[in-house]
């Protein structure tokens, strides 16, 4: 079988938020950029659905902000979490230094598709579905390519710069033998759907109660629900049968009673096994990390789609010159870990804290029912409010684009 062959300056292999982004940024200030997706499309599930106030403000600076809201979408100015009786807003966004001061709630597959339609317009982007990398090039000790397989046949992408977007479970990464350092994590999540009516509330909300964490996420005509377990409980809730599990859904959020039963059979329910790591090194020679592939982020505050955008905005900053004059060298790939790594390893060491210090001990039942000291602070200091919305709006040193662009703009 014939071997198709083709070149770039930069092939990211991965299609999630952070390799089409970095691609459209790419082709933007004129590099050939080829993007590999395995799947044939970007319609799947129980993908990370939220927006957030800094890619908000990347669509803005962009000039398609007005374009980008109108596709449908839910949004959140407070994020609030409910134990017991208290009914807390524990971050309100509305007073970021941004156009847009809301969470928006999109279907990832939206998302990514507006990116992709957008890049498409620059003769530069290259996307190709159903492309499913399968090793590195190298020559000598760098890496010159990917290998992929297509449907109609293996294929060669030789590139200046292989950059690896292809999320926690990254092959890429793997085929480089990067070293993973494993941060742990105390719990799974299991992610369902049950439909929404008119009468629901609107706003996303996290719940604690009798020792169980819930995640409520409004997706117009459904909610997408989280349960928080255990780390490898999920057997033994299986084992007990759907029944319980729908009458502990139904004892968290009430107002779903009468729509449990939605949950037909355990095909319903999906589960995430939650992993938080980093990598010591980024980047070989040729090679660069970014997104989930360089730093697995916990579901803790949602951020790891923010991050993962803001890894591919800051890549483009520092390598898009570079690439298109053909002098990149493992220097721009330092300064890419050196810009993202402090932001990664904060906002990992407060997921980790929340994980330690909260969700493990609910878990395990150690916790003492009372409402926890930062969350009373937030309930009776509304201005204290405005600190985790920052964090999770905006998080640690939010990028803005500064690459060149192209004279044509779509």
Same mark, same amino acid.
């Given at each position: +079988?014939? /071997?198709?062959?083709?070149?770039?300056?930069?092939?990211? &292999?991965?299609?999630?938020?952070?390799?089409?982004?970095?691609?459209?940024?790419?082709?933007?200030?004129?590099?050939?950029?080829?993007?590999?997706?395995?799947?044939?499309?970007?319609?799947?599930?129980?993908? $990370?659905?939220?927006?957030?106030?800094?890619?908000?403000?990347? +669509?803005?600076e962009l000039g398609w902000l007005e374009e980008f809201l109108a596709l449908p979408h839910q949004q959140a100015t407070t994020l609030r979490f409910q134990s017991g009786p208290h009914d807390i807003a524990i971050g309100d966004f509305t007073h970021l230094p941004t156009h847009a001061r809301f969470i928006a709630f999109m279907p990832q597959w939206d998302f990514l598709n507006f990116l992709a339609h957008k890049a498409a317009a620059y003769p530069g982007f290259h996307l190709r579905?159903?492309?499913?990398? /399968?090793?590195?090039?190298?020559q000598g000790d760098a890496v010159v390519g990917v290998r992929a397989t297509t449907p109609t046949g293996p294929m060669e992408v030789r590139a200046d710069l292989v950059v690896a977007a292809d999320g926690r479970g990254s092959l890429v990464r793997e085929a480089a033998g990067l070293a993973v350092e494993e941060l742990g994590a105390p719990m799974d999540v299991l992610w369902f759907r049950v439909?929404?009516?008119?009468?629901?509330p609107v706003d996303p909300a996290g719940r604690f109660e009798g020792g169980q964490f819930f995640i409520l996420i409004n997706r117009t005509d459904q909610w997408q629900c989280g349960r928080v377990i255990a780390k490898g409980t999920a057997e033994q809730l299986r084992a007990r049968g759907l029944e319980p599990f729908r009458a502990e859904l139904a004892r968290l959020a009430p107002f779903l009673a009468d729509r449990v039963d939605e949950l037909r059979t355990w095909d319903d329910v999906k589960l995430l096994t939650?992993? &938080?790591?980093?990598?010591?090194?980024?980047? *070989?020679?040729?090679?660069?990390?970014?997104?989930? %592939?360089?730093? %697995?982020?916990?579901?803790? #505050? #949602?951020?790891?789609?923010?991050?993962?955008?803001?890894?591919?905005?800051?890549?483009?900053?520092?390598?898009? /010159? =570079?690439?298109?004059?053909?002098?990149?060298?493992?220097?721009?790939?330092?300064?890419?870990?050196?810009?993202?790594?402090? =932001?990664?390893?904060?906002?990992?060491?407060? *997921? &980790?804290?929340?994980?330690?210090?909260?969700?493990?001990p609910v878990l395990k #039942?150690?916790? /003492?029912?009372?409402?926890?000291? =930062?969350?009373?602070?937030?309930?009776?200091?509304?201005?204290?409010?405005?600190?985790? %919305?920052?964090?999770?709006? +905006? $998080?640690?040193?939010?990028?803005?684009i500064h690459t060149p662009a192209l004279e044509h703009h779509p």
């Open positions: +079988m014939t /071997t198709e062959t083709t070149e770039a300056r930069c092939c990211i &292999v991965g299609g999630g938020p952070a390799g089409m982004m970095l691609g459209l940024l790419l082709a933007r200030a004129g590099v050939d950029v080829v993007v590999l997706e395995k799947h044939a499309d970007f319609l799947r599930d129980f993908r $990370g659905d939220t927006i957030h106030p800094s890619t908000l403000e990347l +669509m803005h579905l159903r492309a499913e990398a /399968t090793g590195l090039m190298r439909s929404r009516r008119p009468s629901d939650v992993q &938080v790591n980093r990598l010591s090194t980024w980047y *070989q020679p040729g090679l660069l990390c970014i997104g989930d %592939a360089a730093h %697995a982020m916990s579901p803790v #505050g #949602g951020v790891g789609v923010n991050l993962a955008v803001q890894d591919a905005v800051a890549t483009a900053n520092l390598l898009a /010159t =570079p690439l298109r004059d053909r002098a990149m060298r493992v220097e721009h790939l330092r300064q890419v870990q050196l810009r993202r790594e402090l =932001p990664a390893r904060l906002t990992q060491r407060a *997921q &980790v804290l929340i994980q330690d210090r909260v969700i493990g #039942g150690e916790a /003492t029912g009372r409402l926890p000291w =930062p969350l009373w602070l937030l309930r009776h200091i509304p201005p204290l409010r405005r600190v985790p %919305a920052r964090l999770v709006g +905006m $998080g640690i040193r939010p990028e803005h």
